[in-house]
């Protein structure tokens, strides 16, 4: 079974940027897919970005041309980069395999 486990996450100001990252042990990395979601305090959890086993992308409009999420077969990591950050990008950030495995998540927070 494949565990995730991300970090980089913190405090930054707005404009500012992170990169979270998620690394997934158990084998078959590079055949699974993944998504970055997020929860903000009393929202639902909504997708922000995925990656297919091939490397094809897919963006919530609401990021699109802000964060990049990108793969490390080799590291067996995902990557979520996250520039020109907003107020409204302050959530829980999780990590879920293709394979249905979740991360504990990592807490972004944008504030001056």
């Known amino acids: 079974q494949v565990q995730l486990v991300e970090s980089g996450g913190g405090l930054v100001q707005p404009g500012g940027s992170l990169r979270l990252s998620c690394v997934a042990s158990?084998?078959?990395?590079?055949?699974?897919?993944f998504t970055w979601y997020r929860q903000a305090p009393g929202k639902q959890r909504e997708l922000v970005a995925g990656?297919?086993?091939?490397?094809?992308?897919n963006y919530a409009d609401s990021v699109r041309g802000r964060f990049t999420i990108s793969r490390d077969n080799a590291k067996n990591t995902v990557y979520l980069q996250m520039n020109s950050l907003k107020f409204e990008d302050t959530a829980v950030y999780y990590c879920k395999s293709s394979t249905g495995s979740w991360g504990q998540g990592a807490q972004v927070t944008v504030s001056s």
């Open positions: 158990g084998s078959g990395f590079s055949r699974n897919a």
């Open positions: 990656i297919t086993s091939r490397g094809s992308t």
